[in-house]
Antibody, heavy 126, light 108 residues
Framework: QVHLVQSGAEVKKPGASVKVSCTASGYTFTNYEINWVRQATGQGLEWMGR????????AYEQKFQGRVTMTRNTSTNTAYLELRSLTSHDTAVYFC???????????????????WGQGTTVTVSS | SYEMSQPPSVSVSPGQTASITCSGH??????VSWYQKKPGQSPVMVIYQDRGRPSGIPDRFSGSNSGNTATLTISGTQPMDEADYYCQAWDSNTVTVVFGGGTKLTVL
């Protein structure tokens, strides 16, 4: 079975950084891009960026440029999201999600995200 | 940046058909996916590529996309379908994933 398992909840102070992990199992990690999506309480889903685990290439939503870093460790099949200079507005549940089609599939970006992690709650509070 | 809009809420009686719309400029030129999101749970993809249904999704879920509007249709809606639903597309101009604002489906 295909799974994405995320790290546990975090509580951070304003100005700090947080690093969330997402470990894949049940499929070839390097074949599918990983997205990071967050949802603040009472708000909608917000895309943060994506990471190609094979090449390491990433693309970030402009809103997060300069404050976010997405990385991976192919030996442990794990993707990471680091967000810096946290404020209360970053309090949210953070999800990793796999694109439905592998990177070798034509137009794989168009088919949505089929497997999601369980979510990691990040609370930013003084 | 590309924007997609959804009605904040839709209500339906059990057993009836629910339609949730997603509007965006020339949306028919993009492929739309739909996600079901229940409180405390991860999103679940219910439709991909406008009308594709992932394995395990009941056939009462269907999708369409024409002109400026994509539609998620739930036939014979069940109480378990009560959730927030989000449309999503890939914007090739900004090379970003875009989500609609979400629609709360109430089954009563």
């Amino acid at each position: 079975q295909v799974h994405l398992v995320q790290s546990g909840a975090e509580v951070k102070k304003p100005g700090a950084s947080v690093k969330v992990s997402c470990t894949a199992s049940g499929y070839t990690f390097t074949n599918y891009e990983i997205n990071w999506v967050r949802q603040a309480t009472g708000q909608g889903l917000e895309w943060m960026g994506r990471l190609n685990p094979n090449s390491g290439n990433k693309a970030y939503e402009q809103k997060f440029q300069g404050r976010v870093t997405m990385t991976r460790n192919t030996s442990t099949n794990t993707a990471y999201l680091e967000l810096r200079s946290l404020t209360s507005h970053d309090t949210a549940v953070y999800f990793c999600a796999r694109f439905f089609r592998p990177v070798t599939s034509p137009n794989y970006l168009y088919f949505g995200m089929d497997v999601w992690g369980q979510g990691t709650t990040v609370t930013v509070s003084s | 940046s590309y924007e997609m809009s959804q009605p904040p809420s839709v209500s339906v009686s059990p057993g009836q058909t629910a339609s949730i719309t997603c509007s965006g400029h020339k949306l028919e030129d993009k492929f739309v996916s739909w996600y079901q999101k229940k409180p405390g749970q991860s999103p679940v993809m219910v439709i991909y590529q406008d009308r594709g249904r992932p394995s395990g999704i009941p056939d009462r879920f269907s999708g369409s996309n024409s002109g400026n509007t994509a539609t998620l249709t739930i036939s014979g809606t069940q109480p378990m379908d009560e959730a927030d639903y989000y449309c999503q597309a890939w914007d090739s101009n900004t090379v970003t994933v875009v989500f609609g604002g979400g629609t709360k489906l109430t089954v009563l």
